[in-house]
């Protein structure tokens, strides 16, 4: 869940050549040609392909695929011609299984955007202030352990700017995650522990730090707000209205379809290993949603186009950004990326063997999201080389 800028590299030059060329969409559904295309670290990469002007966006994701010996991978990008849908690779390496426009991945940090969403409702109901100290809102028997929780606000939990220790990083809890069974989900209380007795990294409000540890603290303020779980608020104040069939909370609501399996290099020996048994956090308020493209563009266009998820007021407060002086700003659980094309918003995400993102670039109306299943892709070096080529192109 560390962030990260997702790979913008080919995927921007998508963007271009369905603007450029007025792409006039196909959305890749059941009717699909499957292609073989090269074999990459001992598997077949499978394709897909349709025809026309959306089979060279198939094989960009192809090569991307291939040359980053990524297992498999799904895009959807979405311009006012037109919408595309590809897919390529495996879900799984063991049994080979093809990739499907249906298949679900764990999106990591991409999930914060809908806790934001579901504070900014909070906000709306009169239930909390954004500007009020989150002492204010936390269980009783928590809040004394979180140093500066009387000056800390919530706004500052939602920009990463409060300055609080991260419980991810500590030695305790990278030691219990090694011996911790899916069987037994972790609790947000259960994690914030491991920052109880860290130093804070900075006074309240003094500069942004991204810290999923402001993204746990929320979590246990919407459940002692609502009086039910997280995954209860998404549900009902987003994939419910939304009719987001798709999505879920990893172990803590039941798998809905079939999940691809993430992968990354966790022995550091050049080799993909499985995450499919791991449990460093999965399903907690920094990062557990399980969703689809289908679904997450859905989401995308009600918050970012259509603007009916928030009120305007919320859209405005959700929008406004903290610089962290890199080129590089946050808003209220949303991303602002540098890019020649224009200031692109949404959020990426990085954790248990998969790499997201979901882009809107408001300028073109253009709606990308990726999600891949090697969270061990060099994605800041392929993001500053894609944006090169998309600058001389």
Known sequence: MNLKLLTFSKISFAIVFVISLGFAGHLVGDNITQTIIGKSFGKQVMSTSTVGKSSQLQKLLNEIIVEQQIPGGVMYISTPKGSWLGVSGVSDLSTKTRMKPTDGFS??????????????????????????????YLPRDISPHIINSDKITVRQLLNHTSGIAEYLETKEFIEATAKRSRSQPWTAREAIQYMYQEEPRANPGEKFIYTDGNYILLELIVENITKGTLAQAIRNQILKPLGLKHTFTELREPTIGEVATGYGDRNKDGKLDSYAEVNDGNGLGDGGLVSTAEDLAKFAKALFVKKTLLSSKMMKEMLKFKDNGEGYSYGLGVERFSS??????????????????????PNQNTTIIVLLNNQNVDIKSVAKTGLEVVENH
Do not use: C, N, W
Request: hydrophobic share 55%.
């Open 107 to 136: 999106i990591a940090s991409m999930s914060k955007t809908f806790m934001a969403v579901v504070v900014l409702k909070l906000v709306e109901q009169g239930k909390i202030e954004l500007d009020r100290a989150i002492a204010t």
């Open 340 to 361: 020649p094309l224009a200031k692109a918003i949404g959020h990426s995400g990085i954790a248990y063997g998969f790499t997201t993102l979901l882009a809107y670039l």
